[in-house]
């Protein structure tokens, strides 16, 4: 009877064996469907050859309970071009929340893989796809994972310009449309499983089935929340990470979102309309930066939204910024006609449009004219739209998610009412619809706890631009003093959404200089300096001054990578990220945008 008795005392204490479904599986790596990306890849899968491979992970539903149910997650896989000086695997994530990182292994493999070794940059992106196996996934929820839907019969009702139309009428559609999404969306099962929490769990079992001792990382936007998050959860396996575009990691959810309206303003403002002044001559938009603003501020609604939504995208990437003074122009001679004939109504509109000249250049014209008709229709679908059910795809409903479940939000409606009515005022832009997040109505609060510094916290290294619009510097600079170890390089005067990379040297030797030998940035924080912006000889300089004078041209660019198929490969994952980190602030064009870039960049 002793043994027996002093089990129940719980001196001999026995414990179930742990589970091992999940860390004893093995991966079956495969080649790749060419349509996994979403669209036909046969001619870059076939150029990357039997290097290219494929593979679904399995992963408990709720980590705390393995047992009570799985899910998938899509890894796609570059091996490393010398398997005999392999270093490891080198994960991405392009923000969102819900972004989809498959993509990014391929393009970026591609594309450095045919970086100009005679570069020092060149040299190293080489190098890096010879010594690092790169690994793309799609973070539960998203891709080719298990997805996330959110969706319900019940209709969501019209919503105006929440900057301009501050009815109660306009302020009670936001908030009903939030808090139908939070209903939709806490419907599903799945949903209090998708958050950072989980996502950096499957991260560290996809190292641990890849045999990896640490995991390195290259995470842009909400990537370095997603990476921070890893590193003070898992810090004795936490390898050489960069963090792109900082989100104050160091905070909360809520403190990522509420300068949004402020930053985005700022860099129009700021950045973007004394850039277009300039440009005067290509523009004809006014002679001063005030006149200039007017074009947009003195626009009719609700054309006006329209290009404050287009505007917005745009500001995500430098190349993109003439492209706002087109957008603008086109609007400005749009809305004079509708101005001049109110009444006489869509059609009579769209003819005067066609025939109106809004650039001497005849090509760059018919693109304004192209441009203008479809503003008009938009215009039109706006002034008859009626209500639709929810329903969020698997990227709305990922983001929704995890921005909800990760931390706790306030949710006194009085605090973000009287946020929407200054931001209304003070940052048109985007401001005014901090009512609709439905964080603010979700229920039960986070499903998740953040992870806290820990006493040995792994080094990383920090990148940011110092206007970034989206993940604006005073959070960087916040996160950085608030994570022991960290290093920052500071872009200083760079106005677009993340950078590496950057093609500088400046940027780009630090970067890649950690990644093949861990060697970081002696001091806590340094700087670059920014490119001129285009069809521009020099930076203007703006806000603070992070640099001492000039770099020379050899040390400015980098010309790491020439190869135009190469270029397009990086140029895709900038979209990515950019599209991915404007889907977690609610920005979206409803222009098509294509053919006015395709101008500029030819």
Same mark, same amino acid.
């Given at each position: $009877?002793?043994?027996?008795?002093?089990?129940?005392?719980?001196?001999?204490?026995?414990?179930?064996?742990?589970?091992?479904?999940?860390?004893?599986?093995?991966?079956?790596?495969?080649?790749?469907?060419?349509?996994?990306?979403?669209?036909?890849?046969?001619?870059?899968? @076939?150029?990357?050859?039997?290097?290219?491979?494929?593979?679904?992970?399995?992963?408990?539903?709720?980590?705390?309970?393995?047992?009570?149910?799985?899910?998938?997650?899509?890894?796609?896989?570059?091996?490393?071009?010398?398997?005999?000086?392999? *270093?490891?695997?080198?994960?991405?994530?392009?923000?969102?929340? #819900?972004? %989809?990182?498959?993509?990014?292994?391929?393009?970026? #493999?591609?594309?450095?893989?045919?970086?100009?070794?005679?570069?020092?940059?060149?040299?190293?992106?080489?190098?890096? @796809?010879?010594?690092?196996?790169?690994?793309?996934?799609?973070?539960?929820?998203?891709?080719?994972?298990?997805?996330?839907?959110?969706?319900?019969?019940?209709?969501?009702?019209?919503?105006?310009?929440?900057?301009?139309?501050?009815?109660?009428?306009?302020? =009670?559609?936001?908030?009903?449309?939030?808090?139908?999404?939070?209903?939709?969306?806490?419907?599903?099962?799945?949903?209090?499983?998708?958050?950072?929490?989980?996502?950096?769990?499957?991260? %560290?079992?996809?190292?641990?089935?890849?045999?990896?001792?640490?995991?390195?990382?290259?995470?842009?936007?909400?990537?370095?929340?997603?990476?921070? +998050?890893?590193?003070?959860?898992? /810090?004795?396996?936490?390898?050489?990470?960069?963090?792109?575009?900082?989100?104050?990691?160091?905070?909360?959810? *809520?403190?990522?979102?509420?300068?949004?309206?402020?930053?985005?303003?700022?860099?129009?403002?700021?950045?973007?309309?004394?850039?277009?002044?300039?440009? #005067?001559?290509?523009?004809?938009?006014?002679?001063? &930066?005030?006149?200039?603003? *007017?074009?947009?501020?003195?626009?009719?609604? /609700?054309?006006?939204?329209?290009?404050?939504?287009?505007?917005?995208?745009?500001?995500?990437?430098?190349?993109?910024?003439?492209?706002?003074?087109?957008?603008?122009?086109?609007?400005?001679?749009?809305? !004079?006609?509708?101005?001049?004939?109110?009444?006489?109504?869509?059609?009579?509109?769209?003819?005067?449009?066609? *025939?109106?000249?809004?650039?001497?250049?005849?090509?760059?014209?018919?693109?304004?004219?192209?441009?203008?008709?479809?503003?008009?229709?938009?215009?039109?679908?706006?002034?008859?739209?009626?209500?639709?059910?929810?329903?969020?795809?698997? #990227?709305?409903?990922?983001?929704?998610?995890?921005?909800?479940?990760?931390?706790? +939000?306030?949710?006194?409606?009085?605090?973000?009412?009287?946020?929407?009515?200054?931001?209304?005022?003070? =940052?048109?832009?985007?401001?005014? =619809?901090?009512?609709?997040?439905?964080?603010?109505?979700?229920?039960?609060?986070?499903?998740?706890?953040?992870?806290?510094?820990?006493?040995?916290?792994?080094?990383?290294?920090?990148?940011?631009?110092?206007? %970034?619009?989206?993940? /604006?510097?005073?959070?960087?600079?916040?996160?950085?003093?608030?994570? /022991?170890?960290?290093?920052?390089? $500071?872009?200083?005067?760079?106005?677009?959404?993340?950078?590496? &990379?950057?093609?500088?040297?400046?940027?780009?030797?630090?970067?890649?200089?950690?990644?093949? @030998?861990?060697?970081?940035?002696?001091?806590?924080?340094?700087?670059?300096?920014?490119?001129?912006?285009?069809?521009?000889?020099?930076?203007?300089?703006?806000?603070?001054?992070?640099?001492? !004078?000039?770099?020379?041209?050899?040390?400015?660019?980098?010309?790491?990578?020439?190869?135009?198929?190469?270029?397009?490969?990086?140029?895709?994952?900038?979209?990515?990220?950019?599209?991915?980190?404007?889907?977690?602030?609610?920005?979206?064009?409803?222009?098509?945008?294509?053919?006015?870039?395709?101008?500029?960049?030819?």
């Amino acid at each position: $009877m002793l043994p027996l008795t002093l089990a129940s005392c719980g001196l001999f204490e026995t414990k179930a064996p742990e589970d091992r479904t999940f860390q004893d599986q093995k991966l079956n790596w495969h080649a790749c469907d060419p349509s996994i990306l979403g669209k036909d890849e046969s001619e870059l899968f @076939t150029t990357l050859g039997e290097r290219l491979v494929c593979a679904d992970m399995q992963v408990p539903m709720n980590w705390e309970a393995p047992a009570a149910g799985k899910a998938s997650v899509s890894l796609i896989r570059l091996k490393a071009a010398n398997p005999e000086q392999r *270093q490891g695997a080198i994960f991405f994530n392009p923000g969102g929340p #819900g972004g %989809d990182g498959l993509g990014f292994a391929p393009w970026y #493999g591609f594309a450095w893989g045919k970086a100009d070794a005679n570069t020092p940059v060149g040299a190293n992106l080489k190098e890096m @796809t010879e010594q690092f196996d790169l690994v793309g996934f799609s973070p539960r929820g998203v891709g080719a994972s298990s997805r996330l839907y959110c969706g319900s019969n019940e209709l969501a009702p019209v919503v105006h310009s929440p900057a301009s139309d501050r009815s109660e009428k306009n302020i =009670s559609a936001m908030i009903r449309t939030g808090q139908l999404v939070a209903s939709a969306c806490q419907k599903n099962p799945l949903t209090p499983f998708i958050n950072t929490d989980a996502t950096v769990r499957d991260l %560290d079992l996809a190292r641990h089935l890849m045999g990896d001792q640490k995991l390195n990382y290259i995470g842009y936007s909400y990537g370095t929340w997603l990476g921070s +998050w890893y590193a003070k959860r898992f /810090p004795e396996t936490t390898g050489r990470m960069l963090l792109d575009a900082n989100m104050p990691f160091h905070a909360t959810m *809520q403190a990522a979102f509420e300068a949004d309206p402020m930053t985005f303003q700022r860099d129009f403002r700021e950045v973007v309309v004394p850039y277009l002044t300039r440009l #005067g001559g290509m523009f004809g938009l006014g002679e001063t &930066p005030e006149e200039v603003y *007017q074009k947009y501020a003195g626009l009719g609604e /609700p054309i006006k939204s329209v290009v404050g939504g287009a505007t917005a995208s745009m500001l995500y990437n430098r190349d993109a910024y003439p492209s706002i003074g087109v957008v603008l122009k086109v609007a400005s001679v749009v809305d !004079g006609l509708i101005k001049a004939s109110p009444n006489a109504g869509t059609e009579a509109w769209l003819a005067q449009a066609a *025939q109106a000249t809004y650039f001497p250049n005849q090509k760059l014209n018919n693109v304004a004219r192209s441009m203008a008709a479809e503003l008009l229709y938009y215009r039109d679908s706006l002034v008859t739209q009626t209500p639709v059910p929810v329903v969020l795809t698997e #990227g709305s409903a990922t983001n929704t998610a995890v921005i909800c479940n990760d931390t706790a +939000w306030n949710q006194d409606l009085g605090y973000w009412r009287g946020a929407d009515e200054r931001n209304a005022v003070e =940052s048109p832009l985007i401001g005014g =619809s901090f009512v609709s997040i439905p964080c603010l109505y979700w229920k039960g609060g986070p499903t998740v706890k953040k992870p806290e510094v820990p006493a040995q916290m792994p080094p990383v290294l920090m990148l940011q631009n110092e206007y %970034d619009p989206a993940t /604006p510097k005073e959070g960087a600079l916040a996160a950085l003093k608030a994570t /022991p170890n960290a290093r920052m390089i $500071m872009i200083d005067d760079e106005p677009q959404h993340a950078a590496f &990379p950057y093609d500088t040297d400046c940027v780009d030797l630090p970067v890649t200089r950690y990644f093949l @030998t861990g060697e970081l940035p002696a001091a806590e924080l340094t700087s670059c300096a920014a490119k001129p912006l285009p069809f521009e000889a020099q930076v203007y300089p703006v806000g603070e001054k992070f640099t001492s !004078g000039s770099l020379s041209t050899q040390s400015m660019r980098a010309q790491a990578v020439k190869d135009p198929r190469a270029l397009k490969a990086l140029a895709r994952n900038r979209q990515t990220i950019a599209q991915q980190s404007a889907a977690l602030h609610g920005i979206s064009s409803p222009l098509d945008l294509d053919a006015l870039n395709r101008f500029f960049k030819k």
